[in-house]
């Protein structure tokens, strides 16, 4: 009914930059909160960010300053604009949706099958 895919990650060096993306499709009526999650090596997966259907962004500490989420109602999608990152930022990026499919009036949490991110020299 309902996938999400991220695209995006990849090697990258201390100090660099990369952007997530991620496009929900299927039968999509409403789309709520949006967000990113990860999960590094033998940890459990944490909250990055997120982004309401409004614009209003909320950040974890470690990542304020550095981190920038963004969405695109009209599309379905939602970035994440990554940059100064470290190597502790090394983590399978998950995107998250909760979105209301044409097939029902509730909505429902969604996540997206990750993408590798990893912050080495």
């Known amino acids: 009914q309902v996938q999400l895919a991220e695209s995006g990650g990849g090697l990258v060096q201390p100090g660099g930059t990369l952007r997530l993306s991620c496009a929900a499709s299927?039968?999509?009526?409403?789309?709520?909160?949006m967000a990113w999650y990860r999960q590094g090596p033998d940890k459990q997966r944490d909250f990055v960010a997120t982004?309401?259907?409004?614009?209003?962004?909320n950040y974890t500490d470690s990542v304020k300053g550095r981190f920038a989420i963004s969405r695109d109602n009209a599309k379905n999608t939602v970035s994440l604009q990554m940059n100064s990152l470290k190597p502790e930022d090394t983590a399978v990026y998950y995107c998250?949706?909760?979105?209301?499919?044409?097939?029902?009036?509730?909505?429902?949490?969604?996540w997206g099958q990750g993408t590798q991110v990893t912050v080495s020299s």
């Open positions: 998250f949706a909760r979105i209301r499919s044409t097939l029902s009036n509730w909505y429902y949490d969604y």
């Open positions: 299927g039968r999509i009526f409403r789309i709520n909160t």
């Open positions: 982004i309401t259907s409004g614009g209003t962004t």
